[in-house]
């Protein structure tokens, strides 16, 4: 049972440049996020999926675009990378539905924008 | 709205000694409380829940918080530091809404003084 998987890992990337990170969860979970972390500024809520075929903005969404692929994967494309969004990023997973349930997060995809 | 402060950024404390992580929180529902724990460079673990069940929460590694309705806190304590217990530890708040927002902490980062 791996819970959720992010990749890349590690990405350095050119300004101007695109990627896609990918997300998958094997939980049976509906509901999948998207966060950025920071340092001095917890954790944000880039996009966030409440079910499959439903995306939502959260906190922070300018610069990032997503996709549900399925009820497993939930990816975060960088159409235009900035040296703003050099960050950690964190997927995570729950199900919604329950009152109560928390949340299960990925290992994080650390970005770099040069 | 909801919101929760996290009143210490860095906390330091001798191998031993107790550990208090402070934590404020506003919700418009009726919250479920969460703390969350980050090692270096690893992704975010669950430490422990508050469900309104109890309102003295036990976790993982020996942890526990306590939930105050009357002064909207929910603190963590450990009765002795470990050196393992060095990382960063994150509130977060969901409310009993239909998406069940989920807010994040700043975060507290832990270090343990051998």
């Known amino acids: 049972n791996a819970g959720v998987t992010q990749t890349p890992k590690f990405q350095v990337l050119k300004t101007g440049q695109s990627m896609t990170l990918q997300c998958a969860q094997d939980?049976?979970?509906?509901?999948m996020y998207w966060y950025r972390q920071d340092p001095g500024m917890g954790l944000r809520l880039i996009y966030y999926?409440?079910?499959?075929?439903?995306?939502d903005k959260g906190e922070v969404p300018n610069g990032y675009n997503v996709s549900r692929l399925n009820k497993r994967e939930f990816s975060l494309r960088l159409e235009s990378a900035a040296p703003s969004q050099t960050s950690v990023y964190f997927c995570?997973?729950?199900?919604?539905?329950?009152?109560?349930?928390?949340?299960?997060f990925g290992q994080g995809t650390r970005l770099t924008v040069v | 709205a909801q919101s929760v402060t996290q009143l210490d950024s860095h906390v330091s404390v001798s191998e031993g000694t107790p550990v208090l992580l402070r934590c404020n929180y506003s919700?418009?529902?009726?919250?479920?409380l969460f703390w969350y724990v980050q090692h270096p460079n690893k992704g975010l673990q669950l430490l422990l829940k508050?469900?309104?069940?109890?309102?003295l929460v036990k976790g993982i590694n020996g942890f526990e918080a306590e939930f105050k309705k009357s002064e909207t806190s929910f603190h963590l304590t450990k009765p002795s530091a470990h050196m393992s217990d060095a990382a960063e530890y994150f509130c977060?708040?969901?409310?009993?809404?239909?998406?069940?927002?989920?807010?994040f902490g700043i975060g507290t980062k832990l270090q343990v003084i051998p």
């Open positions: 995570a997973s729950r199900y919604l539905g329950q009152p109560n349930t928390e949340a299960f």
């Open positions: 939980m049976n979970h509906n509901s």
């Open positions: 999926s409440a079910s499959e075929g439903t995306t």
């Open positions: 919700s418009s529902y009726s919250p479920s």
């Open positions: 508050y469900t309104s069940a109890a309102t």
């Open positions: 977060v708040v969901s409310d009993s809404g239909g998406y069940q927002k989920v807010t």
